[in-house]
């Protein structure tokens, strides 16, 4: 398989950085150029315009062309599914979900990953399993296929539509949900383990609005960032009707606000009166919000859509922009706020000192991923370092959102460039993984960078 080689990402990043530049200075003068493509309107912002993709269309040449011209990220239709990469157990066939990646590289695209444990597209053999057997057969498929695309995915839907649809908020029963209400967390926790730098997600449907079914969610995730199970982002499909919800931008908001980013990752909207503005709509939504991340609609042409006979898509059958496409072009151009992490409103008291810092660990037998927590004190802080004792015999092996300085005994993580700046009371989370065990002492942490 193709890597992503250093020096083409170094071009793409200059040439992404030099498209900023340009940006800024179009902007500055006041001419207000507005970018001719999705991709690019999008990336103004710092966000993404993604499409979701079938390996088996990549001959079809209008096909093909619209995705290299208008699109920046890309999601796997059907590609990387638990029956398309493990269809029998314990053999792992990755051709197709490779050909996504690959031309999702071929592009400089993100490629989401999509979806690493979802109670359809089981293989049989996963269909008629339960409880133990079945739980590891879950964790094997997570690592295994987390491990494969190691580095390479820009974000997982690690677990996809686990929540029940009406008024409970509750789970959906399945054969995934009866191995134990922890399974998500599991299944996070395996999923960072085997790619510490992959954003990991949680998608649903019908969760587009402030409804029983969202607050369910919001609720585990809450819960998750609470305990430090690794969780950084919720994926909202938006498969709409002929309507948006109200409350769809605040809802989005209260997601940001818990200290995870948000991203519209199945948008298709039926066609009829409305469809141009409800494609708006969701764009401004989106561009409002400071941690959403980026927009993914559900396949190209209408004619490639899941929804037959609706036209729900942003290209007609002969791959011609819509008015729906101009309105999204229009939002996306009129821009917004830029993507930047906001701190999150769960956080523990104000310390009095400058920072403390806490940690979570997920052990097995030889190895560990600790998941640390730094809270800025009163007067908050400018670049932070946490000190770590581990005990002998054990090594960090990766680090994520930090830098490391030592891996045994006595550690110190410094923040990153995006994270060193916390206001008073603000957190942030960093984590490691290790061999051996974890630590077991409660860290130091010390202001300045
Ligand atoms: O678009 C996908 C279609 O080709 C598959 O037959 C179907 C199988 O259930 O899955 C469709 O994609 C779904 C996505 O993976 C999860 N959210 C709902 C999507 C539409 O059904």
Not at 78 to 96: C, I, L, V
Request: with cysteine; hydrophobic share 35%; proline share 4%.
């Amino acid at each position: 398989m193709p890597l992503f080689g250093t020096s083409r990402r170094t071009a793409l990043l200059v040439a992404a950085v030099a498209g900023v530049t340009v940006a800024a200075g179009v902007a500055l003068a006041g001419t207000a150029e507005a970018a001719g493509t999705l991709g690019a309107s999008a990336a103004q912002s710092g966000r993404y315009f993604g499409a979701a993709i079938a390996a088996g269309k990549l001959g079809d040449a209008t096909y093909t062309g619209i995705l290299n011209r208008e699109f920046n990220a890309v999601t796997p239709e059907n590609e990387m599914k638990w029956d398309a990469t493990e269809p029998s157990q314990g053999r792992f066939t990755y051709t197709n979900g490779d050909r996504i990646l690959n031309q999702g590289i071929s592009m400089g695209a993100k490629v989401r990953g999509h979806a690493l444990l979802w109670y359809q597209q089981e293989p049989g053999w996963a269909q008629s399993m339960s409880g133990t057997a079945l739980r590891s057969a879950m964790m094997n498929h997570v690592t295994q296929v987390a491990t494969h695309y190691q580095g390479k995915i820009y974000a997982w839907d690690v677990v996809n539509e686990a929540f029940a649809d009406g008024g409970s908020g509750a789970r959906r029963d399945s054969n995934l949900q009866r191995t134990g209400n922890d399974w998500i967390e599991a299944a996070f926790r395996a999923a960072r383990a085997a790619d510490p730098n992959a954003k990991l997600c949680y998608n649903d449907y019908n969760t587009d609005g402030v409804n029983a079914k969202s607050t369910g969610v919001y609720n585990m995730v809450r819960d998750f960032k609470s305990r430090g199970v690794p969780i950084d982002c919720v994926g909202f499909q938006s498969h709409l009707g002929t309507g948006l919800p109200g409350d769809y931008q605040s809802n989005l908001q209260r997601f940001a606000d818990l200290g995870v980013d948000v991203q519209i990752t199945e948008l298709d909207v039926a066609q009829g009166g409305n469809q141009a503005n409800i494609y708006a709509g969701v764009t401004r939504a989106c561009m409002a919000v400071s941690r959403c991340t980026g927009i993914t609609v559900w396949g190209i042409r209408d004619s490639d859509s899941w929804r037959t006979g609706e036209n729900p898509l942003l290209f007609d059958n002969s791959g011609n922009k819509k008015a729906a496409y101009t309105s999204v072009l229009n939002a996306l151009n009129a821009g917004g706020g830029t993507t930047s992490p906001s701190p999150s409103t769960s956080t523990p008291p104000v310390p009095t000192g400058a920072c403390s810092a806490t940690v979570s660990l997920n052990s097995w037998n030889g190895g560990f991923v600790a998941t640390v927590r730094v809270t800025a004190g009163s007067a908050g802080v400018n670049g932070w370092a946490v000190g770590l004792t581990l005990p002998s015999g054990s090594a960090v092996t990766s680090t994520w959102s930090a830098t490391n300085s030592g891996s045994t005994g006595t550690v110190s993580f410094r923040n990153v460039d995006y994270n060193g700046t916390l206001a008073a009371g603000a957190a942030t989370e960093f984590g490691f993984q290790g061999t051996g065990t974890g630590p077991t002492a409660t860290p130091t942490c010390s202001a300045g960078s």
